[in-house]
């Protein structure tokens, strides 16, 4: 247990529809980092928050977008999905800037049908 | 445009061996460069961190070195296991404008150890 925790860790959803994925961060930990991952581009770098704004954005859709709420824990909200946007999704924490590591959790398998 | 590359084809070493892999990058200028494990399906693991003005840096059967005028880095485990099989990636933050925009990894090299 890395001690980020991702809900949920499968996810089946349709074309068109919104989901919502959520991250708990590492005790201690201020930044959460969301990444993409699919087979053919690896880990794509989406959001940073850090206790509770917005530090650094990625190659972030318009149709995602993310918040990080006052007790630290993060969400990704994903709307209007298509084919392409099935992938793993991963949090990651750190304590400030990431300079120690990051730590990630095991990820959320999103397929969209 | 920044790029990481590092040997999209598998790595193939028998056990025992020490297995060397390699992190290029163009168009970064990093403080530091991090290197993580990642097994099928799981999260990326950590491993280590190896800052601009370090040239090597060890920890257990790991050594990292970072050459910031070849603009490499080298990730070397010696007497390789089975069990280190898995995908390293090498990782660095970007910079923009804004200031630090995220860690962004390589593609990863496949490492396989054949008992």
């Known amino acids: 247990d890395s001690g980020v925790t991702q809900t949920p860790k499968h996810l089946i959803t349709a074309t068109g529809q919104r989901v919502t994925l959520r991250c708990s961060p590492r005790?201690?930990?201020?930044?959460v980092y969301w990444y993409q991952q699919s087979l053919d581009q690896g880990l794509q770098f989406l959001i940073q928050?850090?206790?509770?704004?917005?530090?650094a954005k990625g190659n972030i859709l318009e149709r995602f977008s993310a918040q990080q709420f006052p007790d630290l824990h993060s969400e990704l909200n994903l709307s209007s999905l298509e084919l392409g946007d099935s992938a793993l999704y991963f949090c990651?924490?750190?304590?400030?800037?990431?300079?120690?590591?990051?730590?990630f959790g095991s990820g959320t398998r999103l397929t969209v049908v | 445009s920044q790029k990481i590359e590092q040997n999209s084809e598998a790595l193939n070493i028998q056990e025992g061996k020490t297995a060397t892999l390699t992190c290029n990058y163009t168009?970064?200028?990093?403080?530091?460069l991090q290197w993580y494990r990642q097994d099928p399906g799981r999260g990326p693991v950590f491993l280590l961190l190896?800052?601009?003005?370090?040239k090597e840096k060890r920890k257990e059967r790991l050594k990292v070195t970072f050459d910031t005028t070849l603009k490499q880095s080298l990730f070397h485990i010696t007497a390789s296991q089975p069990a280190d099989s898995a995908t390293y990636l090498c990782?660095?933050?970007?910079?923009?404008?804004?200031?630090?925009?995220?860690?962004?990894f390589g593609k990863g090299t496949h490492l396989i150890i054949q008992p």
């Open positions: 168009n970064y200028s990093p403080a530091y």
């Open positions: 005790s201690g930990d201020l930044s």
């Open positions: 928050y850090y206790n509770g704004e917005e530090r």
């Open positions: 190896i800052r601009e003005n370090e």
């Open positions: 990651a924490s750190s304590e400030g800037q990431g300079t120690y590591g990051y730590t």
């Open positions: 990782a660095l933050e970007a910079y923009s404008g804004g200031g630090a925009d995220g860690l962004t």
